[in-house]
């Protein structure tokens, strides 16, 4: 059963563990390789051919530790939620984002509740980017990241952003959401996920905004329930949310602290005695009573309840009671309505004694197992613009690559410039979903999604052969006068992401571009 940790800021959970029988029996075959390669060293000096046979023992001991610690990539995460209560982006948002953390982010998840959605500003959001999308695209895409998907339902909205280095191994993405306010017919309460394979992993984020008030905890806990079974994806290894091997599940959960009076709550958090206060948490109460919950995880909440604020202002809610047409008001009580959770996908094999096993029969560790460690969780109390701060966490996930290697090498030939005719190549690498609905885009250096393109070209209309090099022109009508650094990438129709991207470029300014300036001033 998961459980708030009481010390230590980072919060581990993994999908591999050692395994007793597994374990003990991969360590026992060290052991003798060891025993035996002594045996070798003693008779080192009576036997000549034994310098060979403890050669051999080294390769095989080595190999075998392989094994037992396979190589794996390490991964930095970045989640935000952020009820925003209809509000505008505020300009800035570096101190959100972090930007200068070290190591850099490779995955930024924001998850946003209450974006403004009235029904005209809903239809011009779905014909452009809305500004919260537009805010965090103007500060990460020069920095490198590229927004891969986002998907919203009325106020709920969900980004994700990558490095740019890490496109072509972010596939198979799919969204979808589920309505639950108002009889499950209207979309103010409910959730959004995408969820996508990152180097071969499956990963999903789930971004919900539950039912409110204090007497709802165990609606809320249906409500999620229901999200989980009812949300379900065009992937035949991974229909439902709970069949990925990490779902991160965040958003405004709404769940509040019951019994204790105001002056208690305030008491505790103005001494930041956040302890006493966990244990009449609804969240942490139900994880404790809910088996499905139990497989949850989350860090230690070490930070201000991020509910419920003066806007511009670090003071919990100060408004007065007041009677209007026999409506009283009160003053909302502090509450951690914010939340970030995880779930690794538990162990499914077991040993004779029970225990959970992810090895292979021959003892090799399971290639698919991830590792989950919290690096911290906090809210950042700077912005105001809404009755919620945004509640932040980091993590490092810790994985073995299923493949390091684009599934469509491509790249600019020879020189480009406006004043002629250019040339692109593409090569398949890999065996995957080609369709002719296929493109390869131009982009600046620094483009922020993947329609972000000055220009692109369609594949063949045959479908190339493995390591079959193709070659496509490009019309010099299409390539940009000013030129400047570029890149190129392949976006494949069928899993919705760029598969393939070449080195950057440079494409030499055009003798015409002179011209055309000088027709502008005139």
């Known amino acids: 059963m998961s459980c708030i940790l009481e010390d230590g ?41 034994a310098g060979d046979e403890v050669s051999r023992t080294l390769d095989e001991a ?74 965090f695209m103007n500060t990460l895409g020069p920095r490198g990241y590229v927004k891969v998907i986002s998907v919203r339902m009325q106020g709920l909205l969900l980004l994700l952003f990558a490095k740019q280095v890490h496109l072509p191994f972010i596939r198979d993405i799919k969204t979808t959401y589920t309505r639950t306010g108002i009889f499950g017919y209207w979309g103010n309460k409910g959730a959004v996920s995408v969820r996508f394979s990152f180097y071969g992993q499956m990963v999903c984020f789930l971004n919900c905004h539950l039912a409110a008030h204090m007497k709802y905890a165990l609606y809320r806990v249906d409500e999620f329930e229901y999200i989980l079974e009812t949300q379900e994806f065009d992937m035949y290894n991974t229909p439902c949310v709970l069949d990925h091997k990490v779902v991160f599940w965040f958003g405004d959960l709404n769940f509040r602290i019951e019994d204790y009076g105001m002056h208690f709550l305030r008491s505790s958090i103005n001494s930041e005695r956040f302890h006493l206060l966990w244990s009449k948490d609804q969240l942490i109460m139900m994880r404790k009573k809910e088996r499905f919950l139990q497989e949850f995880e989350e860090g230690p909440l070490r930070f201000k309840p991020s509910y419920k604020f003066d806007r511009n202002s670090d003071t919990y809610d100060s408004s007065t009671p007041r009677t209007w047409l026999g409506f009283t008001g009160k003053k909302r009580k502090p509450a951690w309505t914010d939340r970030i959770l995880w779930r690794i996908q538990p162990r499914t094999a077991s040993d004779d ?36 701060k945004p509640v932040l966490a980091t993590f490092s996930m810790e994985l073995r690559k299923c493949s390091d290697m684009q599934p469509v090498d491509v790249s600019p030939e020879g020189v480009w410039s406006a004043d002629e005719n250019a040339a692109l190549s ?30 692109f070209v369609w594949v063949t209309q045959d479908l190339p052969e493995t390591n079959q090099l193709i070659q496509i022109s490009v019309g010099k009508d299409r390539i940009p006068l000013r030129g400047g650094q ?23 300014e055009s003798k015409r571009a002179g011209h055309v300036n000088g027709l502008k001033n005139k």
């Open 486 to 508: 570029y890149i190129l990438g392949y976006y494949s129709h069928n899993m919705q992401s760029i598969v393939g991207l070449s080195a950057n470029f440079q494409i030499l």
């Open 426 to 455: 593409y090569t398949i690498q890999e065996d995957f979903m080609y369709s002719t609905w296929d493109w390869i885009g131009l982009y600046k250096v620094g483009f922020k999604c993947a329609s972000n393109y000055e220009a």
């Open 9 to 49: 800021p980072r919060v581990r959970s993994e999908s591999q563990s050692s395994s007793v029988s597994q374990g003990s029996r991969s360590k026992l075959l060290l052991r003798q390789q060891l025993a035996q390669l002594l045996t070798c060293v003693e008779d080192l000096s009576s036997d000549d051919d």
């Open 353 to 388: 004694d029970g225990s959970a096993s992810t090895c292979t029969d021959d003892g090799q560790e399971d290639p698919s197992a991830i590792q989950v460690i919290q690096d911290s969780y906090t809210c950042d109390p700077s912005y105001g613009v809404s009755d919620h």
């Open 62 to 135: 080595f190999n075998l530790c392989g094994r037992i610690h396979p190589e794996e990539d390490t991964f930095r995460l970045q989640m935000v939620t952020w009820n925003v209560a209809t509000a505008e982006p505020p300009l800035d948002v570096t101190s959100l984002l972090q930007l200068d953390a070290q190591p850099p982010t490779d995955i930024y998840a924001i998850g946003l509740q209450e974006v403004k959605a009235t029904p005209l500003r809903f239809i011009s959001d779905l014909l452009a980017e809305d500004s919260w999308s537009h805010v």
